[in-house]
């Protein structure tokens, strides 16, 4: 009897090891997969330069951090906020919900396809998808001005698709 519980035991025990591993191995790759995909989509100072650790506690130079990471990308002719994105625009509530008297204007751009009306309101959907999850986070209306440029302030010029990916996006300017 008792060696079919040490036999048990132990095989739980190697089971709860095997299970463990599998779970470190997984979430590397896990990890690794994201930082590929936030690669694609972000540009700005890469993360050498910024580390959670030195984020200055004064108001000036958290804005100036939050400058940073101030564009949102969209998929083509999507309004919908990219999961990816997430963690960035929890950066702009957190900071907001923390100093209600600070207001952002949320620029909603497109791409250069379409006709300019569809893309002015185009513009104002991703706008206003990206002031509807800051408002979901805590953020005062008030705090919020949105604008659409559709298709007038690229920045990126040339009829690709690397050039069209870089112009669907919301800024964020404080």
Do not use: W
């Not at 709860?16 to 995909?37: L, R």
């Not at 993360?47 to 939050?66: A, C, E, F, V």
């Not at 990816?84 to 950066?91: M, Q, T, V, W």
């Not at 009829?159 to 669907?168: A, D, H, L, V």
């Amino acid at each position: 009897m008792k060696n079919n519980k040490l036999i048990f035991t132990s095989s739980a025990y190697l089971i709860s090891i095997m299970y463990t591993i599998f779970f470190c191995v997984s979430c590397k790759h896990m990890i690794n997969d994201n930082k590929s995909n936030e690669n694609m989509y972000l540009n700005f100072v890469p993360s050498d330069n910024l580390k959670d650790n030195d984020i200055p506690i004064s108001k000036t130079n958290h804005i100036q951090n939050l400058k940073l990471k101030n564009t949102i990308y969209f998929s083509l002719d999507q309004y919908c906020v990219l999961p990816i994105f997430f963690e960035i625009l929890d950066l702009h509530a957190d900071f907001l919900c923390n100093n209600p008297l600070y207001k952002i204007i949320i620029e909603g751009h497109t791409d250069e396809r379409g006709t300019p009306e569809y893309n002015i309101g185009l513009g104002e959907r991703r706008a206003y998808a990206v002031k509807k999850y800051l408002q979901s986070k805590g953020v005062l209306s008030n705090q919020i001005d949105t604008v659409s440029y559709g298709k007038e302030k690229p920045i990126a010029f040339g009829q690709n698709e690397e050039s069209y990916s870089k112009n669907r996006r919301v800024v964020l300017l404080y």
